[in-house]
């Protein structure tokens, strides 16, 4: 029986005092340990994100990295920097990062790999534009994404990937894809995993739900069979969040 993750991505969000009235608020409503509860807040915040959740179920993890072990890269973040601060989770390939900041799938590998060197667990993205869908591409692009960015990555390790569908037109929309919508794809992720790693490591991989993700709908999608819980956005960012990991 795979655990449910619930991971909360506070994107371009929060500063860090803030940060730390919003875990307070959190922290004594979540208090369970039948789910993995993670919370993405921006590289300035992580410090004290870290501090405030000190005896708590609540995990950490970080919205990006750098593929690279150090260097001349301005105003990026190696893998070891978060390993030394206490996180454990990284958000990899997010759509925004690959709209705005030209991401592509051999670059999400890159950072998968190298997440995965350093103990961080990779929380993968995958998902197609509206376009894409009314192309009817969906299932093929979002194979392709998955194979790509899982290129080279032993089957060990992949066991503790998470992988995250977020269809674009979802995300900060207001729009949901539907329960059966969402449950196709997700399903065509883990048959990916599946034919490359066999089915035992598809049983264990984790596939999140990502997209407009609210206490309304966080039930419904999260009991279909191949959905194994959220990256929940703009609902991470209030108490609403709650509702969404005690489903």
Same mark, same amino acid.
């Given at each position: 029986?795979?655990k449910?993750?619930?991971? &909360?991505n506070? /994107?371009?969000?929060?500063t =860090? !005092?803030?940060?730390v009235?919003?875990?307070?608020?959190? /922290?004594?409503?979540?208090?369970?340990?039948?789910?993995?509860?993670?919370?993405?807040p921006?590289?300035?915040?992580? =410090?004290?994100?870290?501090? !405030?959740?000190?005896?708590?179920?609540?995990?950490?993890?970080?919205?990006n990295?750098?593929?690279?072990?150090? *260097?001349?890269?301005?105003?990026?973040?190696?893998?070891?920097?978060?390993?030394?601060?206490?996180?454990?989770?990284?958000?990899?390939?997010?759509?925004?990062?690959?709209?705005?900041? #030209?991401?592509?799938?051999?670059?999400v590998?890159? /950072?998968?790999?190298?997440?995965?060197?350093?103990?961080?667990? =990779?929380?993968?993205?995958?998902?197609?534009?509206?376009?894409?869908?009314?192309q009817?591409?969906?299932?093929?692009?979002?194979?392709?994404?998955?194979?790509? #960015?899982?290129?080279?990555? /032993?089957?060990?390790?992949?066991?503790?990937?998470?992988?995250?569908?977020? =269809?674009?037109?979802?995300?900060?929309?207001?729009?949901? !894809?539907?329960?059966?919508?969402?449950?196709?794809?997700?399903k #065509?992720?883990?048959?990916?995993? !599946?034919?490359?790693?066999?089915?035992?490591?598809?049983?264990?991989?984790?596939?999140?739900? *990502?997209?407009?993700?609210?206490? &309304?709908?966080?039930?419904?999608?999260?009991?279909?069979?191949?959905?194994?819980?959220?990256?929940?956005?703009?609902?991470?960012?209030?108490?609403?969040?709650?509702?969404?990991?005690?489903?």
């Amino acid at each position: 029986m795979r655990k449910k993750i619930v991971a &909360g991505n506070w /994107k371009m969000n929060m500063t =860090p !005092a803030k940060a730390v009235e919003l875990i307070n608020s959190l /922290k004594n409503e979540i208090n369970t340990t039948d789910v993995d509860v993670v919370v993405c807040p921006p590289f300035v915040c992580l =410090p004290a994100v870290l501090d !405030a959740v000190k005896g708590t179920n609540i995990a950490v993890g970080a919205q990006n990295m750098h593929f690279e072990e150090n *260097g001349a890269y301005t105003g990026e973040i190696a893998p070891s920097m978060l390993v030394e601060l206490g996180v454990k989770y990284v958000i990899i390939g997010h759509s925004e990062r690959r709209q705005y900041f #030209a991401e592509t799938d051999v670059t999400v590998n890159k /950072k998968v790999l190298k997440a995965i060197e350093h103990n961080l667990v =990779p929380i993968l993205c995958v998902g197609e534009s509206l376009e894409e869908r009314e192309q009817g591409i969906t299932i093929d692009l979002v194979r392709l994404q998955t194979k790509v #960015a899982l290129k080279d990555v /032993k089957a060990e390790d992949a066991k503790k990937v998470v992988i995250a569908y977020e =269809p674009i037109w979802a995300i900060g929309t207001g729009k949901t !894809a539907t329960s059966a919508q969402a449950e196709e794809v997700c399903k #065509a992720i883990r048959e990916v995993v !599946a034919e490359v790693y066999g089915q035992e490591v598809a049983d264990e991989v984790r596939v999140q739900y *990502g997209g407009s993700v609210n206490a &309304g709908n966080a039930n419904e999608l999260f009991n279909m069979g191949n959905i194994d819980g959220g990256l929940v956005g703009g609902a991470s960012l209030k108490a609403e969040f709650t509702s969404i990991v005690n489903y």
